[in-house]
């Protein structure tokens, strides 16, 4: 069975279905956020948020964080769902209620102190979650040192090796390739001249890699870091990858992901962007708890009425 689709052409051309069409009241221009050139809407990020916590951010701040940065906002590596903040044997950890996925897994807790009557008062409980965040980002900054490390003399050695063959390029060549003797030039000598110049050549090379790090396997031989890793879905190693700079070998090497803020766009019509209009399409409420009882400011605003006449 055919189904039929009913598109609407925008300002500058483009078909686009109903739902990504906006009409400019000022121009009378009907308007698409399709992705298309030349764009017929013009995006703009006006703030951020964190989806769990709610916590507000502007623009500037956003683009610099990309991250929810509070302790308790954490993702669970292996299903992605969000992770809440346990306390059971006088530890403090991350647990995941989709997966039951803890952080006692790669070794990442605290100890927290209780009272008299067994329970955790809330200053404990919040010192421990904070000195967790610490153990948790001071991790992530010793592999990416590490890493940083690695690539330098990687870079290093590759260096000194265009430098030796930019000296040996320099060289004369009769001097090492050509050997005058009482018997004057042979093919043997060359030959003998040749082997000596590859043998030093292959020494020199071996001498530039020295302090890398270089791992023989075999094939013939079973790897038990594979085989640690294939219970973790492809999805779990590219997020652990892009987020913490760490050679993931198993579960034990997966640490909680943060979480990412949320955008906020306004979208404006090009058109009457270049007629010197504003040209407002989509403009959200910049703060995602803004109506909410537990801000303290703007209470008299949220039952107040706007009234626009449009002729």
């Not at 703009?44 to 302790?71: I, M, N, W």
Request: proline fraction near 5%; aromatic fraction near 4%.
């Amino acid at each position: 069975m055919n189904e039929a689709y009913v598109l609407y052409v925008d300002h500058q051309g483009h078909p686009a279905p109903l739902s990504e069409c906006y009409h400019a009241i000022a121009s009378r221009r009907l308007s698409s956020a399709v992705h298309r050139y030349p764009p017929a809407t013009v995006a703009e990020v006006d703030s951020a948020y964190c989806p769990q916590c709610l916590t507000f951010h502007d623009a500037a701040s956003a683009a610099r964080l990309g991250f929810c940065s509070k302790a308790t906002c954490k993702r669970c590596p292996i299903c992605q769902a969000i992770c809440s903040v346990a306390a059971e044997d006088n530890l403090c950890f991350y647990m995941c209620g989709s997966c039951e996925w803890t952080s006692k897994e790669c070794n990442l807790s605290q100890t927290v102190n209780t009272e008299e009557d067994g329970t955790i008062g809330k200053v404990e409980l919040s010192r421990a979650v904070e000195d967790l965040a610490i153990h948790l980002n001071s991790r992530i900054q010793t592999s990416q040192e590490s890493i940083d490390q690695h690539f330098k003399r990687m870079t290093d050695a590759w260096e000194k090796r265009v430098k030796a063959d930019k000296q040996r390029e320099g060289k004369p060549a009769r001097s090492s390739l050509i050997t005058d003797g009482p018997e004057g030039w042979s093919v043997e000598a060359l030959e003998m001249s040749l082997n000596e110049k590859k043998k030093k050549m292959a020494d020199e090379s071996t001498n530039l890699v020295v302090g890398l790090d270089v791992e023989h396997l075999s094939l013939d031989a079973d790897c038990a870091a594979v085989d640690a890793a294939n219970d973790l879905s492809v999805l779990s190693l590219q997020m652990q990858a892009l987020n913490h700079p760490t050679d993931t070998k198993s579960r034990q090497d997966l640490l909680p992901l943060p979480i990412q803020l949320r955008v906020r766009l306004s979208r404006r019509c090009r058109a009457e962007l270049a007629e010197g209009r504003p040209g407002i399409l989509v403009k959200p409420k910049l703060n995602p708890l803004e109506g909410d009882s537990s801000l303290r400011t703007g209470h008299g605003q949220w039952w107040k009425k706007v009234s626009e006449c449009v002729v």
